[in-house]
């Protein structure tokens, strides 16, 4: 079982096995057609897409612990179509066409990790059971509305959505103080973990070579060099997400921020029949802290938010998975929901770091001069999304013209985050503002324009 060093699990999906395949370091020189650093969603879908057009080419990934130690094995098990950025920045550079293509491939992304998942025998607990939305004070109503119209805006159609009334809503899960929901059906709920080790196996079958326990130390044109090994290749992929903060010359890249999680007991039917999420729905509300939840195949609640602080330099650390004032705050908010809870136990408490860009937008970038790309930056929309930049990844890398290859993702450059003390600031102020803006909405009963907006501002939104 995967553990953490203060002897936890990982997550609660990696104690639920299956244990974490134990794939060999590299040791001395390889070669390959196309090497991909980072054994999560993203390296192991690109590698698919690659083998799946070209069966002949040799593949490597090189993973520093093991497939799915990152996000992709942690996370809230949403794969959802929502993807991040601003849409009119996005569609100021692309125009609307390109941005409303882009939500209709997210769509697809949904149903594409269900369709792999069942060809390749992946048993993920799968279940397109759409997100439920809820509006929990009277601030969240004109909001979510809101909200709907810009969805409606950027290409959802009839059928995509659906606004439920406060008995619906209820009847669907028994939100307490629910005003009302919003139905998206474009998500469904899955065991992270057995999607990436699955994905991992199944790469595996089509040829790619894995090495686990190798650090990548240097990443070029033509080269990977780790520790004990080298892998020269003419193609060079860099996906290590919230990790890249760590790698030589990237401390400004991304800003890799905690998102925290816990888990229940398993709870019985008799508690679920009444209750609800009956059908895999995944579930969040209108506030501004950002919290996901979802009901596992096994009846427990895995539940999540942001507001974790943010670690000074972009550091990226294992003791940083647990943070118990945050871990309290999770809590409280999913009791707050559900107070049906009452005794329940949390059996469970991990964290993860997403990754977040200067402009919170997704980049899938390759360079067939210098043979070197990359695809991440999902700020903690990554599961579906990187399904999708995995795909696209791979067709750049084949020099293939595709409808993914015009995605207003392709070729974006991120600009670089502000050195420090400066970023700790920023993304520390607005790590306090969501909870405060909540606060003032709960209390007011209106949206809160001054601190909702500064909070907008700072995240891109
Ligand atoms: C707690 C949490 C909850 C989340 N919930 C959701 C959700 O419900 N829905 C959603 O869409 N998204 C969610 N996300 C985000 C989502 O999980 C990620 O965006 C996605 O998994 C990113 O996949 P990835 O392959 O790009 O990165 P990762 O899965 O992080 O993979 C990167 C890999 O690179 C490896 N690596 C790093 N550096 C090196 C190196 N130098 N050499 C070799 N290997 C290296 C790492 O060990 C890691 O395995 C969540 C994230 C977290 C942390």
């Known amino acids: 079982m995967a553990t953490r060093r203060d002897g936890a699990p990982l997550s609660l999906w990696h104690d639920q096995g299956p244990a974490p395949k134990q794939r060999e370091p590299l040791v001395g020189g390889d070669e390959a057609d196309v090497v991909i650093v980072g054994g999560g969603y993203t390296g192991l879908w690109t590698a698919y897409y690659l083998l799946e057009a070209d069966a002949d080419l040799r593949v490597v990934v090189i993973e520093a612990e093991f497939c799915g130690y990152g996000a992709s094995g942690r996370n809230g098990g949403w794969a959802s179509a929502r993807f991040p950025g601003n849409r009119s920045a996005m569609a100021d550079a692309h125009g609307m066409a390109a941005v409303v293509e882009y939500q209709r491939h997210m769509f697809d992304a949904v149903d594409e990790i269900g369709r792999i998942a069942d060809k390749e025998g992946i ?24 909200y709907m119209q810009d969805l409606w ?4 159609e009839a059928g995509d959505l659906e606004w439920l009334d406060i008995s619906e809503a209820r009847r669907r899960a028994a939100v307490a103080g629910t005003r009302g929901a919003m139905f ?93 999420l009956h ?27 942001r507001g974790a602080p943010y670690h000074f330099g972009s550091t990226v650390r294992d003791d940083w998975d647990v943070d118990p004032r945050t871990h309290e705050l999770v809590r409280r908010v999913l009791w707050s929901l559900f107070p049906q809870l009452s005794e ?45 930049a995995g795909r696209t990844l791979a067709d750049l890398v084949l020099g293939e013209r595709s409808p993914r290859t015009r995605l207003p993702y392709v070729g974006h450059r991120w600009r670089k985050w502000e050195p420090e003390p400066l970023r700790w600031l920023g993304i520390n ?33």
């Open 344 to 388: 329940a136990r949390v059996t469970h408490r991990w964290g993860g770091a997403v990754a977040v860009p200067r402009d919170w937008r997704t980049s899938v970038d390759f360079d067939p001069g210098t043979g070197l790309g990359h695809a991440g930056g999902y700020v903690g929309q990554g599961v579906a999304s990187a399904n999708l």
């Open 153 to 156: 805006h950027w290409g959802c």
């Open 429 to 461: 102020l607005g790590r306090t503002l969501a909870p405060l803006a909540d606060a003032i909405e709960r209390r007011s009963r209106r949206p809160s324009r001054l601190v909702g907006g500064a909070l907008n501002k700072l995240t891109g939104g």
């Open 184 to 276: 998206n059906r474009h998500c469904a709920s899955i065991n992270p973990w057995r999607l990436v080790a699955g994905l991992a196996e199944a790469v595996e079958r089509r040829g790619a070579v894995i090495y686990e326990k190798s650090r990548a130390r240097v990443i070029r044109p033509n080269m990977v060099v780790t520790d004990d090994g080298v892998v020269r290749a003419k193609t060079v992929l860099r996906c290590t997400e919230a990790f890249t903060a760590e790698l030589p010359g990237h401390s400004r890249t991304v800003a890799p921020v905690y998102s925290l999680m816990l888990a229940t007991e398993p709870l019985p039917p008799e508690w679920w029949g009444t209750v609800g």
């Open 279 to 305: 059908n895999g729905e995944t579930f969040s509300d209108e506030r501004h802290l950002i919290i996901y939840g979802q009901r596992t195949a096994d009846g427990r609640f895995a539940f999540g938010g």
């Open 123 to 146: 048993d993920c607990d799968f279940r397109k059971g759409g997100v439920l939305l809820y509006a929990t004070t009277p601030a969240h109503v004109p909001r979510l509305h809101g």
